[in-house]
């Protein structure tokens, strides 16, 4: 599982200053599921999952996720951002065991 | 607003938007989905009622949109995603999309915080689904008020595991 916290994120490719654009974004992740022991009873460890999907852009934060172990695995996310100004848009995921993946895309008008 | 510089008057700015309840920022409210470390096994009530605090939900069906399969063959991986319909003004916006899955184990599937600079009050995700449930849109507008709408998902092989 080397792929693990590659992410891809994706933006239209033109894009009109003052459009409303719909960014999409997946990253690799197992996103650990509740296991339990024979007798039923939940397994007590720190599953590793993500917990909170940061979206900036232009240094503001524009949305927040909070997720839980309900997402699925490499998990898919869509928002939408109005592309104000040129800049960058970051996507961070960050996971219960502090592990923080990153990935941005350059908002460019055409 | 409350920029991201470091000026005195952004300070200032930061410190009047704590004091006014920073709904800019990450929901202060004590969510659910904010405190996952716990495992949450939680029926659908529990839940609800620590999120929303019993608050009234208003029927959605005129603004929201929630789009996701009506037969999901595998549900492991279900795409889901809420569109409303509302404007986003710094006076007026959706703060809080909830996608809540009755059934599942740990029911509040996603909080997403939404802020009037993302221009249109949409989310999509791929979510998990243990069981043929109903899925809920859940809609927290700026001032409080709370919108849902639900869906029935027939899952045919669940994706919850434990």
Redesign the interface.
Known sequence: MSDVGKVRLRVPASIKAGDVIRVRCLVIHPMERIERDKAGKIIDKKYQYIDTVTVTYLGRTVATFDTTQSVSENPFFAFAVKATDPGKLTVAFHDTHGQKYEGSADIAFS | MA??GVTRRTALGVLTAVAGGAFV??GTAP?A??E??L???EPLDAALKRVFGGRPMKDGSGMIKLDIPLIAENG????V?VEVNAP?TPQSYVKHIYVV?DK????????????P????????????LGETTDVRAIVEQSDGTLFALKREVKVTVG????
């Open positions: 920029d991201s920022l990450r969510a989905a904010a996952p470390p495992g949450q096994n492991a991986v279900v795409p995603s986003m899955a599942n184990r740990i029911p509040i599937v996603t909080r997403v915080a939404l802020t600079a993302s221009g249109q009050a949409y989310m999509g995700a791929n979510i998990r994706g919850c595991g434990g």
